[in-house]
Nanobody, 123 residues
């Protein structure tokens, strides 16, 4: 079984930065692709970023390219999302996810999900 726990959310002013972390338990978690998704009030969950188990393949949503960076530390079973130049439209609950397969941009391909962490960006 895999458990994912997000941390690092909070309230920040527009233009500020936050770093989200997602710690995972489970012996084989380092072989999983990892991803970040978000869901704003009244909207569907949307893809933010993903990283393959080796870190060699990374995808970003167009809306966050150049502002967000996803990384992973397999020794710590942790994936990070560095978010810079935050905008009010980034306000959402951010979820991390793990996929035994390729993962990528499709939420349905992920096998495990965290509980989410709130990110609020004030204008």
């Amino acid at each position: 079984q895999v458990q994912l726990v997000e941390s690092g959310g909070g309230l920040v002013q527009a233009g500020g930065s936050l770093r989200l972390s997602c710690a995972a338990s489970g012996r084989t978690i380092r072989t999983y692709a990892r991803g970040w998704f978000r869901q704003a009030p009244g909207k569907d969950r949307e893809f933010v970023a993903s990283i393959s188990y080796s870190g060699g393949t990374i995808y970003y949503a167009d809306s966050v390219k150049g502002r967000f960076t996803i990384t992973r530390d397999n020794a710590k079973n942790t994936v990070y999302l560095q978010m810079n130049s935050l905008k009010p439209e980034d306000t959402a609950v951010f979820y991390c996810a793990a996929a035994l397969g390729g993962g990528g941009v499709v939420a349905a391909l992920y096998d495990y999900w965290g509980q989410g962490t709130q990110v609020t960006v004030s204008s």
